[in-house]
């Protein structure tokens, strides 16, 4: 309980503050005051709510398929090392290019439809992803693995008792990375083309000069990704009771 | 009683690394019978554990023969007759004590699960961890999680079991106590044991035969026959037999013939 405090707190002061240099006039214009984007959310609950359920959908798939796709690639690296560096090299160059960019060529390529905004999501949430899985599965304590091979542990045993559970810790960080770039892609990929999702929404209310709710918009987006990275912290917690590393002084 | 005979026939191991390569083992040889406890001693980099690690089959030697019951190091490793406890405990740290020694026998499966493997509740009670099946090694302190790796390396019914310096990280009189123990298990367990250390109480206390090494490069340099009774008591670390075998093993290591060392005690 003393924990959420400790979050929460410094936020709920950062808004009243807000709220009060906005009422002193202290702020420019396009800076709404957390009130007016509140009583805006309270107006229209179903714009935000609408907006919301297509970009967390897309987040949610685009994540689950870059989380399989980099376990396997850093399994498949894991088990042969002489293409360790070429999978590595792979997540960078995929890292480096930046989406904005490609989003545009994707939406050619794939249509401004939920296949497109996926693919997106995917290649901005894999690189922490990746590294996460192939650090995680390279993580195995050296005594560890001559233990196994004291057992005559075959491959799958040695990746199962050992490499996976050694992972989970680095795993869990890559998600953690992750989870507010899979945010941050299905709002770029909706700005590619959707008519629905936070990201149209924003796009709509920059171009009416609606700034308000384009603070709805960015503030949801913070809101969500927070709630899913608070979830994973919490997984992770119950998941990795045995390693004390993850808890935190309370 | 499940036991085999270990023959390590003159084996020698090059380790190849960035410089020049390095000799650690120059056809080592030893003998243990069946049942038997030996002790390997030698000073810090003279290849000790290099050499359990080869009768474990974690390395391979460039030359020479290691037998066990007659078979190669290889097949006595896949038939699961080898147990091997660490100088760490190397206890998986996200199972819990019970779930850590049943590992290998979730390793080897039912397909071919060895005759007479102990249960491993029996095991933890062997080892005095019964109470604390559902902790995890964290949890533990330093000599519990060491029992429950030697109960994790028993729990097959190896017919030769291997100690790296087990208790080495602990301190004096924790280690006086598990050796007694360890004495114990290994009485009922029938195994032959191989134990690696760096104290030469230690080695005479335990061992029926203690194999002196010497470094660069590391050869097994004297063999001592400890002549005293089974089951070994905190008494007889006072024992004139203890002693006798203590300063021949000192001998050994400090390269010295029988009568200098005469010499050297009564100007002591």
Known sequence: ?250 | MASRDLVIDRVTLVFHGRGDPVIALDRASLALPGGGFGAIIGPSGCGKSTLLRLVADILRPDAGSIRLGGQTQRQARQEHAIGFVFQQPTLLPWRSVLQNVELPLAIVGRRSGREGALSPAELIELVGLKGFENALPGELSGGMQQRAAIARALVLRPDILLLDEPFGALDEITRQRMNIELLRIWAESGTTALLVTHSIAEAVFMADRVFVMSPRPGRVSQTVEVALPRPRTLDMMRSPELFASANEVRDGLFGRTGEESAVNVESW
């Open chain 1, 1 to 250: 309980m003393r924990r959420l405090w400790v979050t929460t707190l410094p936020t709920l002061m950062l808004l009243v503050g807000l709220e009060g240099l906005k009422r002193a006039g202290a702020l420019p214009v396009f800076l709404p005051g957390p009130w007016q984007v509140l009583a805006a959310a309270w107006a229209h609950p179903r714009l935000l709510w609408d907006n919301l359920l297509p970009t967390a959908g897309t987040a949610t798939q685009g994540f689950a398929i870059a989380a399989v796709v980099t376990l396997v690639a850093a399994g498949i690296a894991t088990a042969l090392r002489p293409v360790w560096g070429a999978v590595y090299g792979l997540g960078v160059v995929l890292h480096a290019i930046p989406v904005i960019a490609t989003a545009p060529l994707l939406a050619l390529w794939l249509g401004t439809g939920a296949r497109m905004h996926v693919v997106i999501v995917a290649l901005a949430a894999q690189f922490p992803l990746l590294v996460g899985a192939m650090q995680g599965l390279a993580a195995a304590d050296a005594q560890q693995v001559e233990m196994l091979h004291c057992l005559s542990a075959s491959r799958w045993q040695m990746f199962r008792y050992l490499q996976l559970p050694s992972a989970l810790p680095l795993l869990f960080a890559g998600f953690k990375v992750a989870t507010p770039l899979a945010v941050l892609g299905a709002v770029t990929a909706e700005w590619a083309g959707a008519d629905r999702g936070i990201g149209a929404m924003m796009l709509n209310a920059l171009f009416s000069y609606d700034i308000v709710t384009v603070w709805l918009a960015v503030l949801t987006c913070c809101g969500f990704a927070g709630l899913a990275y608070a979830a994973w912290s919490l997984i992770e917690r119950t998941a990795l009771r045995w390693n004390r590393t993850v808890e935190l002084p309370t």
